[in-house]
């Protein structure tokens, strides 16, 4: 089929994408992360800019390379995410976290190698802000969307997430789920909206899970 720009469905919409884990330093030579790939962020950012979406995609991913026709932002830790987040949040239709954002950093970072000694290591942990928590505080039209990786009580945990956060919608999966895991191709999602109807997808590629991920946000977005 020919589609004309203008018959795109997201045709103008902004839209803000955060995706991969965050890195927070220990020192100048180590860090703590997580396992998460970025590749259902970076799925979401490639489809929704083949549907017309002008997209920002703040990143913490390594090894995956930018979706044609996507301004990507690399990041390092949660408080970098936080501060690029901050400065695009305005002026975004959509924001999309599906990042996996550290909840804590060490509490103090080295500035030189840390040397091995006898005995154990004691490393302290503080909270990062949640980014997410603070767009639904400051959100006047902009359709927030979050992400909810569980290993138990899927829909308990991402009811609860969506009401704490303010958001509009919530894509959970179970991270144990075979297909489900964080670095496939694949994804076995479960959609919870604010005004609380389910959408459970089957097992699908990460680039079909966006498709009706962006096609939930499309059928929702306008209904305020
Ligand atoms: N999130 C965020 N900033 C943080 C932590 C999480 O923006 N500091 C976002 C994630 O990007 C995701 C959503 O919040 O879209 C839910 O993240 P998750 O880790 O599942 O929830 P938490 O609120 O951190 O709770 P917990 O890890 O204890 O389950
Ligand atoms: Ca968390």
Redesign the pocket.
């Known amino acids: 089929a020919h589609f004309s720009p203008q018959s795109l469905p997201l045709n103008g919409k902004r839209f803000l994408i955060?995706a991969g884990p965050t890195k927070e330093k220990i020192d100048p030579v180590r860090y703590v992360t997580n396992h998460s790939s970025g590749k259902m962020g970076y799925a979401l950012a490639e489809e929704a800019a083949k549907m017309g979406a002008k997209v920002i995609l703040v990143s913490g991913a390594d090894n995956i390379s930018a979706p044609a026709g996507v301004t990507l932002v690399k990041i390092e830790s949660?408080e970098d995410m936080y501060n690029e987040v901050m400065k695009y949040f305005p002026e975004s239709d959509v924001v999309i976290?599906?990042?996996?954002?550290?909840?804590y950093r060490p509490s103090h970072v080295y500035d030189k190698k840390v040397k091995k000694q006898a005995g154990n290591l004691m490393i302290e942990f503080e909270r990062?802000?949640?980014?997410?928590q603070e767009l639904g505080k400051n959100k006047d039209r902009q359709f927030l969307v979050?992400?909810?990786?569980?290993t138990n009580d899927l829909e308990k945990?991402a009811l609860q997430?969506l009401e704490r956060?303010n958001l509009d919608m919530i894509v959970g999966n179970n991270i144990l789920e075979a297909g489900a895991g964080f670095s496939g191709d694949t994804n076995i999602v479960t959609i919870f909206h604010k005004d609380h109807s389910v959408k459970k997808l089957p097992l699908l590629s990460k680039h079909e899970t966006a498709n009706e991920i962006l096609g939930e946000i499309i059928l929702k977005m306008g209904d305020d």
Request: charged share 30%; net charge positive; proline share 0%.
């Open positions: 955060t949660a976290k599906s990042a996996a954002v550290a909840d990062t802000k949640d980014i997410l979050g992400f909810a990786a569980e945990y997430k956060k």
